[in-house]
Each structure stands twice: as C-alpha cells, then as structure tokens.
C-alpha cells in the first residue's frame, strides 16, 4: 500500500547535468502532476497528465520535459539543470481532482 | 487567473486555543476544496475536504465553506503542539479541473 513513490528523495546536481525524477503510484488513479515548492512560492504546477497517453504545461514548464510512461508511472526529466531549478519537487496522483490529490514524499534538488 | 488567498502569517496559539486558519478564492464556479497539512521536510497530507456549503467536522477539525463569500476555513479546536505545522488550502474549479493551491500559512502551538 505504498501510494506515491518518488524517487530519488536527494540529489545533487551540476550546473548542465541532466536527471529524471521518477513517480509510480499503485492507487489506478487516472490524474498524475509534478509540482515543484519554493519558499514563499507556494506549490507550482509544472506539468500535469490527465490520463494515460495525455501530457499538458502547467504554470512553470520551461526547461522540464515529461514522460506519461504507462497507467501508473509519471517523469519529470531536466535537460539541462540550471540552479533556479533547485527546488523540492512533489509528484501527485488523483482519480479525479474533486476527490483532492495524495502526493509523494518529495525529491530534494540542488543545482551547484 | 484563478487565486487562492490565504491569510498572511505565521500564526501563534497556545495549546488548548482554537486556531482558525482562512482562505478566499477567486473562481466563484468553484466546486471542491480542500486542506492539507504540511509538516517541515514532508509532503503535503489531505486533512479535510468540503464541497457544501455550511460546516464539515472531523475530531478537533472542522471545515467551514461560504459560497456567496468565497471563504473557506478551518477551525482546530484544543491546538496541540503536534499541530504545528503549514497548512495549504486548494480549491478545485470543477470535475475536471486542476487544483490550485494557496501558498499556506504557518501555525505554531506553544506549549
């Protein structure tokens, strides 16, 4: 009964190294979103896949890509790591969004 | 553009005390919404959610939505230390919809 798995939870990057973040979640849930915290930012929605095979922009998409991999799994893939990337990113996962979202525990960025 | 307003903070309560945390939001055909609660270094964790007007409770926790006002609140009653924590309000726009969420609001519990 695991929910949301992110992985990883840290990771250190150099300025230019490329990384994925991985999202599995085993609820059957259609909706899957990677936002990303800053302090005093709030949470921002980066991308977001409505369903299996869809992928849309969210408020802050540039220098992200995604990747809607099957039913259950969701990815978030920086090119190019820039050190205004660095961020907490949370991935989450909804049936639909009326009945709210369950998020990840988080992946820890810093860009040096 | 849809906005979701929390009031500013942080906010200091004894133990004990009834802590009342608000938000108002923009999209007035909004449908659900909902508070999670946010201890330092974790993730967000869904507390209540409300899609009728009038008051929800849950333990010491209660949900209060206003349509006509645009308001929903939350009201936790004999605060405890372990409350402490940022709380985030999110209000869905419709069925479909994407939440969004409000930037949150620090409370304390002193001892």
């Known amino acids: 009964n695991a929910g949301v798995t992110q992985t990883p939870k840290f990771q250190v990057l150099k300025t230019g190294q490329s990384m994925t973040l991985q999202c599995a979640q085993d609820?059957?849930?259609?909706?899957m979103y990677w936002y990303r915290q800053d302090p005093g930012m709030g949470l921002r929605l980066i991308y977001y896949s409505a369903s299996e095979g869809t992928t849309d922009k969210g408020e802050v998409p540039n220098g992200y890509n995604v990747s809607r991999l099957n039913k259950r799994e969701f990815s978030l893939r920086l090119e190019s790591a820039a050190p205004s990337q660095t961020s907490v990113y949370f991935c989450a996962s909804s049936e639909t969004g009326i009945y709210g979202y369950t998020f990840g525990s988080g992946t820890r960025l810093t860009v040096v | 553009q849809k906005e979701v307003e929390q009031n500013s903070g942080p906010l200091s309560v004894p133990e004990g005390a009834i802590a009342s945390l608000n938000c108002t939001y923009s999209d007035r055909g909004s449908q659900s919404f909902f508070w999670y609660r946010q201890y330092s270094g974790k993730s967000p964790e869904l507390i209540m959610f409300?899609?009728?007007?009038g008051d929800k409770e849950d333990g010491r926790f209660t949900a209060q939505l206003n349509k006509a006002s645009q308001y929903v609140s939350l009201l936790i009653r004999d605060s405890q230390p372990s409350d402490s924590a940022t709380y985030l309000c999110a209000v869905n726009p419709g069925a479909n919809s994407k939440l969004t969420f409000g930037k949150g609001i620090t409370l304390s519990v002193r001892p």
């Open positions: 609820m059957n849930h259609n909706s």
């Open positions: 409300i899609y009728s007007n």
